[in-house]
């Protein structure tokens, strides 16, 4: 853990100094009526613990988005008298159509 805490540490400062010079992020500090230093900290930190969480809370992300598509598309099919495949087959068209369109443009 000595190791985690020691690279947190490294790449905070290091990205601290960095977004520091930002002219764009000292003018967000002064409109938000916010101390540049904590508001450039509490940023570094989000994003470093998005970094580092990311592999966990991604494929949990998509699991729940697949198993809600498939759980709508699944409810459409016992109402409409279709199965899941023709409902998919479906979606396939309309993606299709939209892809065609585009091109024509």
């Known amino acids: 853990m ?5 690279f947190y540490t490294r790449q905070s400062a290091k990205l601290a100094a960095h977004i520091d010079k930002s ?3 000292q003018y967000l500090a002064k409109k ?3 101390d ?10 989000g994003s470093l613990m998005y970094k580092l ?5 991604a494929p949990i992300c998509l699991y729940a988005a697949v198993r809600g598509r498939r759980y709508y598309l699944g409810k459409n099919a ?3 008298g279709k ?3 023709e409902l998919l087959e479906e979606c396939s068209d ?12």
Not at 2 to 6: D, F, K, P, T, V
Not at 94 to 105: A, F, G, L, Q, R
């Open 53 to 57: 969480t990311f592999p966990i809370t």
């Open 78 to 80: 016992i109402e409409g």
């Open 83 to 85: 199965s899941t495949q």
């Open 36 to 45: 540049p230093k904590k508001l450039t900290l509490g940023f570094v930190e």
């Open 94 to 105: 309309m993606v299709d159509e939209d892809s065609e369109s585009d091109n024509d443009n």
């Open 32 to 34: 938000t009526n916010q």
């Open 23 to 25: 002219q764009t992020f």
């Open 2 to 6: 000595e190791r985690l805490g020691s």
